[in-house]
T-cell receptor, first 112, second 108 residues
Framework: EAQVTQNPRYLITVTGKKLTVTCSQNMNHEYMSWYRQDPGLGLRQIYYSMNVEVTDKGDVPEGYKVSRKEKRNFPLILESPSPNQTSLYFC???????????FGSGTQLSVL | QKEVEQNSGPLSVPEGAIASLNCTYSDRGSQSFFWYRQYSGKSPELIMFIYSNGDKEDGRFTAQLNKASQYVSLLIRDSQPSDSATYLCAVQGGKLIFGQGTELSVKP
């Protein structure tokens, strides 16, 4: 089954404790991206990757890191999480560019 | 002015009626337009896309694009309770920008 798999689904952590949210797609997509979704603000792009070893900042990259060492994986790293990073996070992929995105099931992150 | 604007709703329609969801955008150079459906607690799912002025129909869904007026709409005919969800408009110019979404409630 074609899918984008994110883990974990829910995560509660404390300020400053490094965490990684994993994302993997099995559709051989070149493009992958991370979004956060907040009430009243909609979906905002954090980082994106056009291909392996190619990443770039989206609209809200501060406090996040990403890497794209393999085509299928695109982890999101929060080196020192803060409460303002409490949000619902989605990983997405597509065949090319940010058109026709396939979204993962989401990660609800709470930073205390 | 927001780059992509939608009425947040909720929009409530009776079962069997036509639901009309609207979206306006500010970038006149935008080329591609998408509608995503997001059920509560779930991820967005692409349901329609349109590139040219006019109407595009897919089953009960019709996307309408008017680039001169900078709006795109989604019509859902014969609305069903299962259509109750938040509908996200996304517009691509230099980058893809999402609207905040319109919550649709279809009452039996």
């Amino acid at each position: 089954e074609a899918q984008v798999t994110q883990n974990p689904r829910y995560l509660i952590t404390v300020t400053g404790k490094k965490l990684t949210v994993t994302c993997s797609q099995n559709m051989n997509h070149e493009y992958m991206s991370w979004y956060r979704q907040d009430p009243g603000l909609g979906l905002r792009q954090i980082y994106y990757s056009m291909n392996v070893e190619v990443t770039d900042k989206g609209d809200v990259p501060e406090g996040y890191k990403v890497s794209r060492k393999e085509k299928r994986n695109f982890p999101l790293i929060l080196e020192s999480p803060s409460p303002n990073q409490t949000s619902l996070y989605f990983c997405a992929s597509s065949t090319g560019g940010d058109e026709k995105l396939f979204f993962g099931s989401g990660t609800q992150l709470s930073v205390l | 002015q927001k780059e992509v604007e939608q009425n947040s709703g909720p929009l409530s329609v009776p079962e069997g009626a036509i639901a009309s969801l609207n979206c306006t955008y500010s970038d006149r150079g935008s080329q591609s337009f998408f509608w995503y459906r997001q059920y509560s607690g779930k991820s967005p799912e692409l349901i329609m896309f349109i590139y040219s002025n006019g109407d595009k129909e897919d089953g009960r869904f019709t996307a309408q694009l008017n680039k001169a007026s900078q709006y795109v709409s989604l019509l859902i005919r014969d609305s069903q309770p299962s259509d109750s969800a938040t509908y996200l408009c996304a517009v691509q110019g230099g980058k893809l920008i999402f609207g905040q979404g319109t919550e649709l409630s279809v009452k039996p």
